[in-house]
């Protein structure tokens, strides 16, 4: 399982280009997105229904293991959605049940993506878009543990990220 910090579109492509074969946990509206919807069912993307929390983690959790056959790894947001640089958003349980339930190491990514390419509009800014895989986070922790310590290093590092290339928190645009 890969859980990375989700700040625009184009982290998408990122990570899905860096692994294999890759299938994300995303919001169900998107399966009725023109050619986007069709693909993503193709490669194993698991729809989430996020407006009814804990059926949705039942659902979600159910659908991954109904799909642990099939190769690839699972990508997760843990916040749930884009999130502006800069900007603090609390990460979702849902992450925490799937560590629990899949039993497998889990590898954190950060990015510095919203930096260049915003969450809204169509401005891009030129500079190097990064998604870092960081030391992966062995099984086994209880999910508190596990939670804290996945944002504190996905939270640290995209800050790093984002300093590097000159965005500073006050500089955001939420």
């Known amino acids: 399982m890969i859980a990375a910090k989700h700040q625009s579109f184009l982290d998408i492509i990122l990570i899905f280009g860096a692994v294999p074969a890759g299938k994300f946990i995303m919001k169900r509206e998107l399966m009725?997105?023109?050619?986007?919807?069709?693909?993503?069912?193709r490669i194993g993307c698991v729809p989430v229904d996020r407006g009814k929390r804990s059926a949705a983690i039942?659902?979600?959790?159910?659908?991954?293991?109904?799909?642990?056959q099939a190769p690839g790894q699972l990508i997760?947001?843990?916040?749930?959605?884009?999130?502006?640089?800069?900007?603090?958003?609390?990460y979702k349980i849902g992450t925490g049940v799937l560590y629990a339930e899949l039993g497998q190491t889990c590898v954190p990514a950060a990015t510095n993506?919203?930096?260049f390419w915003?969450?809204?509009?169509?401005?891009?800014?030129p500079g190097l878009a990064v998604v870092e895989f960081l030391?992966?986070?062995?099984?086994?922790?209880?999910?508190?543990?596990?939670m804290a310590r996945l944002e504190r290093e996905v939270e640290g590092a995209s800050d790093r990220l984002m300093a590097?290339?000159?965005?500073?928190?006050?500089d955001r645009h939420g």
């Open 58 to 68: 039942t659902r979600m959790v159910a659908d991954v293991a109904g799909r642990r």
């Open 32 to 41: 009725w997105a023109p050619v986007l919807g069709l693909y993503a069912l």
């Open 113 to 115: 993506v919203g930096v």
């Open 135 to 146: 030391p992966p986070i062995e099984a086994g922790l209880d999910k508190r543990e596990f």
């Open 164 to 170: 590097e290339a000159g965005f500073h928190a006050e």
């Open 76 to 90: 997760i947001y843990p916040q749930g959605t884009r999130i502006a640089p800069g900007v603090r958003a609390p």
């Open 118 to 125: 915003p969450r809204r509009g169509i401005r891009r800014k």
